[in-house]
């Protein structure tokens, strides 16, 4: 089985926005590699975030209909719903590393997924958390993360 990799919002938020020129062609050579290996993975607090960043907070957004079909797609990555028992896993992520409530959940459904790796520009970049590497997806590159 490959390697699976939980993407942060701002990964999938950054490949759409054009006013990011260094960071957008990286986040999509990344989503490009994740298709081509089906090893992406979100959770459903991911799509909505990307949802209401792409349509409400990106200059230029994308229309309602473009971001519907986005999700759409990322919905082949199987993403995971926030449950009760993800809540109270979070607990304890939190109390241990003190990341902000909406980490900790990201950080949980990466864990949940069996993810080995987590790409977050905002995170503390290779940190270990468990069996789950955080990792900066602009700091490294694709080879060096990918087997």
Not at 36 to 48: D, Y
Not at 63 to 70: I, K, L, P, Y
Request: hydrophobic fraction near 40%; glycine fraction near 2%; include cysteine.
């Amino acid at each position: 089985m490959s390697v699976k990799y939980f993407v942060d919002t701002n990964i999938l938020v950054y490949a759409r926005d054009s006013t990011e020129s260094e960071k957008q062609p990286i986040a999509k050579q990344w989503l490009t590699y994740l298709w081509q290996q089906e090893s992406g993975r979100i959770s459903t607090q991911v799509m909505n975030e990307y949802y209401v960043t792409v349509t409400q907070k990106l200059k230029p957004g994308l229309s309602r209909e473009q971001a519907r079909a986005d999700l759409w797609a990322l919905a082949v990555w199987q993403p995971l719903e926030i449950s009760t028992q993800l809540i109270e896993a979070s607990w304890d992520i939190q109390d241990q590393y003190a990341y902000s409530w909406w980490d900790t959940l990201v950080i949980t459904a990466a864990l949940f997924l069996d993810c080995k790796y987590l790409l977050s520009e905002d995170m503390q970049h290779q940190q270990k958390i468990n069996k789950l590497t955080i990792m900066n997806p602009f700091l490294v590159g694709l080879d060096e993360l990918t087997e």
